[in-house]
């Protein structure tokens, strides 16, 4: 049989799309919808409700107290997705984000990319994060995946272990080297809205950006409470 090379190509890019790239538009697709949804939802309940998800991934890390610090101080309860090789680093800052009534999702163990990450080393990865933070004593019922990518072995097990997976609506680019507190500030006042999930970073980033990250929140929290937001944590139940 005589199969072309253009053919064998073709069939990768396909089997590539439908691996990665597909799933993931389809749950950013999903991930809108639900936006709008609980949008509305809020707005029909109490329109005067400016409920807001704070989120912070990529840690536990270095950084990682000092937003522990201004969110105490305003009372503030956010959601935690931590790499569990740093969790495991940090063990400490993970008994303090829930003694202090903090939410934990699990953000994998090694924060790689799943599209370029085979079925069985993304499944393990996500394996060991899981039992990772269970062996810490704390177990995870909710999810996000590096650079919010999935792939087909993320999705089945995701869906085996019964987790929910939280993607965002704003993102402030904080993890940049070259982002100043003052602009990461501005950002979440002009890209918030009730209902949004705001992602955040307390690890990794460049040139200490948790820290800019920190102090960005010092500036954007009162500004956002006097605009009548209220934080809460995000539910398995979404
Ligand atoms: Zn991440």
Redesign the pocket.
Known sequence: MNISKGKIGAACVLAGLSYSVIPTVIKRGKNCLQFYRRKRHINKQNPKEKKIYLTF??GPGYYTEEILEILKRYDVKATF?M?SDFAKKYPEIVRRVQREGHAVGM?SRR?KNPMFESPLRSYRDLQQGYMDMQGLGAPVKMFRP??GIVNMSVLFWQKQHGLTMHLWNVMTEDWRGDETAERIADKLMRRVKPGSIICL?DG?GKNNAPLRTAMALEIAIPKLEAQGYRFVCLSKEG
């Open positions: 991934d990529d997705f790499v953000h924060h590096p650079w970073h990794r």
